[in-house]
C-alpha cells in the first residue's frame, strides 16, 4: 500500500515581523500532533546566510542547534517545546543554502544548458527542500520568514503558491498571521493593516485560509466580522489573540477558538478534539503564583535581546515551575567588569543563584571569569553552559593559584592554556558551521552531582562550541577543587564538571537548555533551582 500524501500548513506574517508566527507554527504542531497526527515543522527564512550560525544573536536571538547539528533560527526551539519532537536539518532552510545548492548544480551542468532562473529553478528547489521535509508525515508546517512584500521572501512565497498546485489545494492550509493596532484616541482595534496584508498576500497569489490576529490588548467585538467581510475569510477561520502571560496559552486559545478543527477539517482529516489536559497543566503553573521565589545572576554578553537566550530563560522558567517556585533572572553586563580592577561581587550579593551562558569572542570573558570565581569563593550555586564550564575552568584554575590560567580566546600564545582548540580547529576560527556541533555522548561519573541529577551515567546532549578543556591539566583539576564528572567515550573530551566541596557548582560544555520542556524540565536546571530554595 502506498505512503499517504503529505499535507501542509503554511504560515506567513504580514504588516510587521515580531508577531509569533513561530508560536503559531508552534501551537498548530501542537494541536494536530494531539490529535493524533504525525507532525513535522520547518522554518524557510529569507536570509542569504547558509545557517544561523552567523547571525547576529543581538538582532536575530539565539542560534538554536538541532540534534544533527544544524545552526538554526530560534523558532525550532519553539517547534520543539511545543510538540516535543527533536527536528533535524531538514527543519532549516535559508535562502543562501538553496541558492548555493543551486550555483553549484548550475556550475556542474545539471542544468543541461538551461538558463538558470528564479522561477521555475529557485522556487522548484525550494518546493523540493519543503516536500523532502516532510516525507513520512501526515502535516509538514511551514514557516515563512519575514514579511509578505518583503523583496527577499518573494521566492518563498511564490514557492509555497507553487507547491499549493502541485499538491491540491486541498491539501494545503494557509494561515496569515496579522497586526491590529490598538488606537487609543478613538478605543478601537483597527483592521485596516491587516486588511492591506490579506489584499498583497493575494496579489501574490495566496488566499489565506485561515487569519490569527496579534494584538497587545483582547480586540473589539465586531473586529472578527469585520476582518471576514474584507478578507474573504470565514468567521470561524479567524483567531484573535492579544497578548498573553505565557506563550504556552496559544495552543489553548487556538484550540478555544475552533482553530484546530478548521485546518483539521480543510485537510480533510477525522480526527477527534483533544483535551490538552497536560498542556492545560503546563499553563497553570506558568501562569500560577508562587510563595516562593528565587533570584538568580545572569551574568551575559548580549543584553539588548531577551530572545539571545530564549531557550536558556524558558529551561529556568520550567525549571522553578516543576520546583513550585518563580524565578526573577536579573541581567548583569559581564562586559563591564572584564578590568582587572572591576569587582563584580557587589553586583552578584544577595542573589540564590549565578548562571553564566554559552557565547563567542573576548569581550565579557573576564567578567565572566570573575563570576565563576566569586561563586566558588562564597559557595552561591552555579550552573555554567558551555562557556560557562570554560570560565569556570579557568576561575577555578586561578582560585587555586594559576594566575594567569586563561582560553585560547584571550591569548592564543599564553603558556597555560586550560581552555584550548583541538588541533583539527586552529584554521577554523572564523569560518561557519565547523565546531563541535550537535549530539554527543557523554559518560558520567558515578556518583557525581552529575550522574545524581540524571539518574544514569550515559547521556547524550547538544553541542555547539570550538573550545574544549586542555586534558594537559585534566589531573590538577582536583587541586584546584573540582572534578571532570562527564567525559565523551569517543574523544576523552570534557563535558561536565563540578565543584568538589562546594553546593552546587556545576558546568557542561553541552547546552542543555537545547533539551529542556515546559513540561519535562532539563535535570540540570531543575537541579540548580533546587539548590536554590
Known amino acids: ?6 499535507k501542509y500548513v503554511f504560515v506567513t506574517g504580514g504588516v510587521l515581523s515580531g508577531l509569533g508566527k513561530g508560536i503559531t507554527a508552534a501551537s498548530i504542531g501542537k494541536l494536530l500532533k494531539d490529535r493524533g497526527l504525525r507532525v513535522n515543522l520547518q522554518k524557510c527564512d529569507p536570509y542569504l546566510n547558509v545557517d544561523a550560525g552567523l547571525l547576529n544573536p543581538r538582532e536575530h536571538g539565539e542560534c538554536f542547534v538541532t540534534k544533527d547539528g544544524a545552526e538554526t533560527d530560534l523558532d525550532l526551539g519553539h517547534y520543539e517545546r511545543f510538540v516535543d519532537e527533536e527536528m533535524t536539518s531538514t527543519s532549516s532552510l535559508m535562502s543562501g543554502r538553496v541558492l548555493l545548492k543551486l550555483i553549484q548544480d548550475e556550475r556542474a551542468g545539471k542544468f543541461g544548458g538551461d538558463d538558470v532562473q528564479i522561477i521555475p529553478h529557485l522556487t522548484g528547489a525550494i518546493q523540493d527542500w519543503i516536500m523532502k521535509a ?28 507553487e507547491l499549493g498546485v502541485r499538491v491540491g489545494l486541498e491539501n494545503c492550509v494557509y494561515v496569515h498571521v496579522v497586526y491590529l493596532p490598538y488606537l487609543g484616541a478613538s478605543n478601537e482595534t483597527k483592521t485596516k493593516p491587516a486588511q492591506n496584508s490579506v489584499r498583497e498576500l493575494r496579489g501574490l497569489g495566496i488566499a489565506p485560509d485561515v487569519l490569527v490576529g496579534r494584538s497587545e490588548k483582547l480586540a473589539n467585538n465586531g473586529v472578527k466580522q469585520k476582518l471576514s467581510l474584507f478578507s474573504g475569510v470565514a468567521e470561524d477561520a ?3 489573540l492579544p497578548n498573553a502571560h505565557s506563550i504556552y496559552e496559544v495552543p489553548l486559545t487556538l484550540e478555544d477558538s475552533g482553530i484546530g478543527d478548521v485546518i483539521n477539517r480543510h485537510l480533510g482529516f477525522k480526527t477527534t478534539r483533544p483535551d490538552l489536559k497536560e498542556w492545560r497543566n503546563v499553563v497553570k503553573q506558568a501562569t500560577a503564583h508562587y510563595d ?30 516543576s520546583n513550585n517556585c518563580s524565578v526573577t533572572i536579573n541581567w548583569i553586563d559581564a562586559s563591564k567588569f572584564d578590568g582587572p580592577k572591576a ?10 543563584g549565578i548562571v553564566v551562558p554559552g557565547g563567542f569572542g573576548t569581550r565579557s570573558l573576564e567578567g565572566k571569569i570573575k563570576a565563576a570565581q566569586y561563586a566558588l569563593a562564597h559557595k552561591v550555586p552555579y550552573l555554567g553552559l558551555c562557556l560557562g564550564l570554560q570560565m569556570a575552568v579557568i576561575a577555578a584554575a586561578r582560585e587555586a593559584g594559576l ?6 580566546e584571550l591569548n592564543p600564545q599564553a603558556e597555560h592554556q586550560v581552555i584550548t582548540t583541538m588541533s583539527d ?10 565546531m563541535r556541533l550537535g549530539d554527543y555522548r557523554c559518560q558520567l561519573e558515578p556518583g557525581s552531582l552529575a550522574a545524581q541529577l540524571y539518574g544514569k551515567m550515559d547521556i547524550v546532549e547538544r553541542h555547539r562550541h570550538r573550545g574544549e578543556c586542555n586534558n ?18 569517543d574523544r576523552k573530551l570534557v563535558e561536565v564538571i563540578e565543584g568538589i566541596d562546594h553546593p552546587f557548582f556545576l558546568a557542561s560544555q553541552f547546552h542543555p537548555e537545547f533539551k529542556s520542556r515546559p513540561n519535562r524540565p532539563h535535570p540540570l536546571f531543575a537541579g540548580f533551582i533546587r539548590a536554590l530554595n
Open 238 to 240: 479567524i483567531a484573535l
Open 134 to 161: 516532510g516525507e513520512g508525515f501526515d502535516v509538514h508546517i511551514v514557516e515563512i520568514g519575514g514579511t509578505v512584500g518583503d523583496y527577499e521572501s518573494l521566492a518563498f512565497i511564490e514557492a509555497i503558491r
Open 472 to 489: 594537559d591539566y585534566l589531573e590538577q583539576f582536583a587541586t584546584w577543587g573540582i572534578q571532570a564528572s562527564g567525559i565523551n567515550p
Open 1 to 6: 500500500m502506498a505512503a499517504k500524501a503529505t
Open 425 to 434: 580547529q586552529k584554521d577554523k576560527l572564523m569560518t561557519g558551521g565547523t
Open 292 to 321: 516562593k521565589e528565587v533570584s538568580v545572576a545572569f551574568v551575559a554578553k548580549y543584553l539588548d535581546n531577551t530572545d539571545t537566550y530564549m531557550s536558556v530563560f524558558e529551561a529556568l522558567k520550567a525549571a522553578a515551575w
Open 403 to 408: 594566575i594567569d590560567a586563561t582560553t585560547f
Open 343 to 352: 569587582d563584580i561581587g557587589h553586583v552578584l550579593e544577595g542573589h540564590d
